[in-house]
Every structure is written in structure tokens, then in C-alpha cells.
């Protein structure tokens, strides 16, 4: 083991510069995907079928397909399209098909999204009845008891499982090097790899500024648990 390559100034930045891609591009899907959740999970629950069979069908075709084929298909098959292309110098939204950063964040968020929104659903489904009926009882309109009673209730009861989405969206933004030109700690791996031929070294150290930063979404989701869901704690006599 020659780790001693991996502490070089070189390779340091490297990793730092991996590092700073992966959290940008996992706080871009993350920010962007929940902001799509919420009006999707809605329609997701929604009595009609032709409100929520589109949402249906989208989170049926996300999940079921792997995240590397959707960065593939976006990357190198929409924005390759001639059509595409003669428009991403001036039209929006295809301008954004130019980035590969951006068609990378825009499967990440679309991936993490279908799984938001089937938690999202999951939680106001699953709203205890007593609450809906106390705001009935209290005079709240429909939208004002989801507002201020069903949402915020699902949200917090959520919250266990959408901390491991996160983590697996964290784990998941290592196949955004297979898009040319995007940078982070898998790419930051390869590229000590293939300048010092020490693979055991660089996607070791890889794994472990992974780990780092599971550990540290562990514990921030921990905190959140701990503030959001201390009313379902046993208590104590």
C-alpha cells in the first residue's frame, strides 16, 4: 500500500474537488426533486385517474428502471438529438442539455423524486383519521387541514425513510462520472488511478470520504428524528 500518493497536495485536491461536485450535485437533485414531490405526491393520492395515473406511471418507470440507464438515456440520448442540439444555444429549456452537470443533476433529481413522492403519498394515506376529524371539528376548510394538518404530519413520519433515500442518492451520485466533464469523489478515484496505477489507494480513500459522509447524514437525520418525532417516543413514568 503506498497511501502515502494519496496524502500528496496533488491528490488532496483532487478529492476536494470531488467532494464539493458530489455534495453540489446531491443538494441540487435533492432540492429540486422534493420541490417536484410535493405537488406529485398529491396528485400521486389523488381520487381521480387521470390525476394520479400520469404520477403513477412516472414513479413506475423510474423505479423500476436503473439510475445509470436514466443518466445514459438523458445524457446521451436527449441531449444528443439533433433537435436537441439546434436549439441549446438560445431555446429554453433545452439550453440546459448543453451542461452535462445539468443533465446529470436532472436524473438524479427525477430518480429521487419518484421515490419521494411514493413516500410522500405513502404517509398522507396513512394520516390517522382522529386528526382529520379534529380539524373538521375545529372549522379548518380541505385545504387548510392539508395544509397545516395532513402534509406536516406525513412529512414528519417520513422522515426516517426518506434519510435513507438521501443516503442512497449520496451513494448514488458516484455514476455521475459517467458523464464527461462531471467531477466528483469516484471521478477524483479514477483519475489518481490512472496517474499513479494505485487502485486499492485512491478508491479506498474514495470509500472512505463516503463513509465520512454517511455517517454525518446519519447523525443530522438523527438529530431531525430526534426534534420532528420525539411525540412518539415511549414515555417514561
Known amino acids: 500500500?503506498?497511501?502515502?500518493?494519496?496524502?500528496?497536495?496533488?491528490?488532496?485536491?483532487?478529492?476536494?474537488?470531488?467532494?464539493?461536485?458530489?455534495?453540489?450535485?446531491?443538494?441540487?437533485?435533492?432540492?429540486?426533486?422534493?420541490?417536484?414531490?410535493?405537488?406529485?405526491?398529491?396528485?400521486?393520492?389523488?381520487?381521480?385517474?387521470?390525476?394520479?395515473?400520469?404520477?403513477?406511471?412516472?414513479?413506475?418507470?423510474?423505479?423500476?428502471?436503473?439510475?445509470?440507464?436514466?443518466?445514459?438515456?438523458?445524457?446521451?440520448?436527449?441531449?444528443?438529438?439533433?433537435?436537441?442540439?439546434?436549439?441549446?444555444?438560445?431555446?429554453?429549456?433545452?439550453?440546459?442539455?448543453?451542461?452535462?452537470?445539468?443533465?446529470?443533476?436532472?436524473?438524479?433529481?427525477?430518480?429521487?423524486?419518484?421515490?419521494?413522492?411514493?413516500?410522500?403519498?405513502?404517509?398522507?394515506?396513512?394520516?390517522?383519521?382522529g386528526e382529520i376529524e379534529a380539524a373538521q371539528a375545529m372549522g379548518l376548510s380541505k385545504w387548510q387541514t392539508l395544509r397545516r394538518i395532513v402534509l406536516p404530519s406525513a412529512m414528519r413520519r417520513t422522515l426516517p425513510a426518506y434519510s435513507n433515500e438521501v443516503i442512497m442518492m449520496l451513494h448514488s451520485t458516484s455514476l455521475a462520472s459517467a458523464v464527461p466533464a462531471v467531477f466528483d469523489i469516484t471521478g477524483a478515484a479514477r483519475s489518481i488511478y490512472s496517474d499513479f496505477y494505485l487502485p486499492f489507494e485512491a478508491f479506498i480513500t474514495a470509500g472512505v470520504i463516503y463513509l465520512a459522509l454517511t455517517f454525518t447524514l446519519v447523525g443530522l437525520f438523527k438529530l431531525a428524528e430526534n426534534h420532528w418525532l420525539a411525540y412518539l417516543k415511549p414515555r417514561g413514568h
Open 1 to 129: 500500500m503506498q497511501f502515502d500518493v494519496i496524502f500528496t497536495t496533488e491528490a488532496l485536491q483532487l478529492y476536494w474537488s470531488g467532494l464539493l461536485g458530489t455534495l453540489e450535485i446531491l443538494i441540487s437533485c435533492l432540492v429540486i426533486g422534493g420541490l417536484l414531490s410535493l405537488p406529485m405526491a398529491l396528485m400521486r393520492v389523488s381520487t381521480r385517474w387521470w390525476v394520479s395515473g400520469p404520477v403513477w406511471l412516472f414513479t413506475y418507470v423510474i423505479r423500476g428502471t436503473p439510475l445509470l440507464i436514466q443518466v445514459y438515456i438523458i445524457y446521451y440520448g436527449v441531449a444528443q438529438l439533433d433537435w436537441v442540439q439546434s436549439r441549446w444555444d438560445d431555446v429554453w429549456p433545452w439550453t440546459g442539455f448543453k451542461d452535462p452537470f445539468i443533465c446529470a443533476v436532472l436524473a438524479f433529481s427525477l430518480n429521487t423524486c419518484a421515490y419521494t413522492v411514493e413516500m410522500l403519498a405513502g404517509g398522507i394515506r396513512d394520516t390517522d383519521a
